[in-house]
């Protein structure tokens, strides 16, 4: 039985020790030669060696639990499929990437690409993942990843430019076009990188936050830097507006730290996209309300005056410059912030696109307002990507890619169990890979 297919960035748990996930895709004229591999990750997101990158010319993993079965081709198409062992998983590795890499064109020549995870003793379909794609040269579809103690299925769709080069690289592994050849089985090797570390020019008004601050700032400026790489648009600016939902669902978030840690990973974003490093912000529940903008110079007083859960009272009263959370409310009212934040870019107009970075945990019922606010908002210079902060319900966010009648596709979503656990790069890659394809569809189409 065919299983609905994922959209990017949903998941579900894999009850099944082992595991064949298949790359499949039409073969036709022109089509280039496709390849499917793994990567074996720990909790950093890297690998530890040459050996966690199993493809076709290193088809087995030393511990047994990956492997490279190689193609079958018949009249409905090509196959290329890999074997999982969960059971053998080393305990050091968290994830196992499910990617491929394009030889001889992009993966915008590869029709009907899709990415299957099955059950290997009964070959009942756990999930299907149907992708598309434009310029890239490597991909990786999705992934297999432990979350408290159980084994997930993600649906990913990240694609690289800079091809499986690129791709392996950002995990820790260099693939050179011409690799020495191993002196026992005459076939090439992968080698470590052996690239220094880039110099990050320090921003307006970093050098006044703490040493610890600083210097994650200045690593994870980098990793946004690599994430755009990996999308042909290094060097791109741009404005960055971040939302985050301070509904009642949300108080556990607020308290545990999870949401000043997540603005601080955004203010990475701003500090790389924007010329002064200045990010502006809402606060939204029933009611949106907007927040000072975010200096990076001020982030830690910032983080302690405006990180609060909805109807959060200070005990001594409010300063001048904090919004009164009881007046936000309670609720989920998602189409109210993004007509705010939509009268504000039409009233400060930008000479750069604008990039809405928009949390929830979920919620969401409103539906035909928001779907009428992203339709009209297809024709403005911003491209919202949505993150659902775990597993929930986000009524029309999980459909916005396929939703009729915009100008161009202006909205992006993925979800995540615990986004305390993503690494940054990954996050990074996540939050960036539709904006830059956003961005040229957007001059194609006169919105920008």
């Not at 200045?278 to 529940?285: C, K, N």
């Not at 339709?375 to 396929?402: H, M, N």
């Amino acid at each position: 039985m065919t299983s609905p297919s994922l959209s990017q960035g949903a998941n579900l748990p894999v009850e099944s020790t082992q595991v064949r996930a298949e790359l499949s895709w039409s073969a036709r004229a022109g089509v280039p030669d496709v390849d499917a591999s793994a990567l074996l990750l720990t909790d950093v997101g890297h690998v530890r060696g040459d050996a966690d990158f199993v493809f076709y010319n290193q088809a087995r993993h030393p511990s047994g639990a990956v492997a490279h079965l190689g193609r079958d081709v018949d009249a409905d198409g090509v196959v290329d499929a890999i074997a999982v062992d969960l059971a053998l998983v080393e305990e050091a590795v968290h994830r196992v990437l499910l990617c491929a890499s394009a030889d001889g064109g992009t993966f915008g020549q590869v029709p009907d690409l899709s990415l299957r995870v099955l059950d290997a003793a009964t070959a009942a379909e756990i999930a299907r993942f149907d992708m598309t794609a434009g310029i890239e040269t490597a991909f990786v579809g999705g992934e297999l990843y432990r979350h408290r103690g159980r084994w997930k299925f993600r649906a990913v769709g990240q694609g690289y430019a800079s091809g499986l080069a690129g791709l392996a690289a950002d995990f820790g592994i260099a693939v050179h076009d011409e690799p020495a050849a191993d002196p026992i089985t005459a076939q090439p090797v992968a080698t470590p990188p052996a690239t220094a570390p880039a110099v990050v020019p320090v921003g307006e008004g970093e050098e006044a936050l703490p040493a610890e601050m600083r210097e994650r700032l200045s690593l994870r400026k980098e990793q946004v830097a690599v994430s755009l790489r990996k999308q042909g648009a290094d060097g791109i600016a741009a404005r960055v507006i971040l939302v985050m939902d301070s509904s009642g669902s949300m108080d556990r978030l607020y308290s545990r730290g999870v949401v000043a840690d997540v603005v601080e990973r955004m203010a990475a974003v701003a500090a790389k996209l924007e010329d002064d490093g200045v990010m502006q912000a809402w606060t939204f529940a029933s009611h949106p309300a907007r927040l000072p903008d975010l200096r990076v110079g001020d982030m830690p007083e910032w983080l302690r005056l405006h990180v609060r859960p909805g109807m959060d009272e200070p005990e001594h009263g409010l300063l001048p410059s904090q919004v009164d959370m009881t007046a936000v409310g309670f609720g989920n009212e998602e189409h109210k912030v993004i007509a705010e934040v939509r009268a504000y870019l039409r009233d400060n107009p930008s000479a750069v696109p604008t990039l809405v970075l928009f949390f929830s945990d979920g919620g969401v019922y409103c539906d035909d307002q928001i779907k009428r606010e992203l339709k009209a908002a297809s024709k403005e210079p911003a491209f919202w990507q949505f993150v659902g902060l775990g597993d929930a319900d986000y009524g029309i966010l999980r459909r916005l890619d396929t939703m009729r009648g915009r100008r161009v596709d202006n909205v992006g979503f993925f979800a995540v169990d615990d986004i305390g656990e993503v690494p940054d790069q990954e996050l990074y890659d996540r939050l960036l890979s539709e904006f830059p394809k956003w961005i040229t569809a957007a001059r194609r189409k006169n919105v920008l």
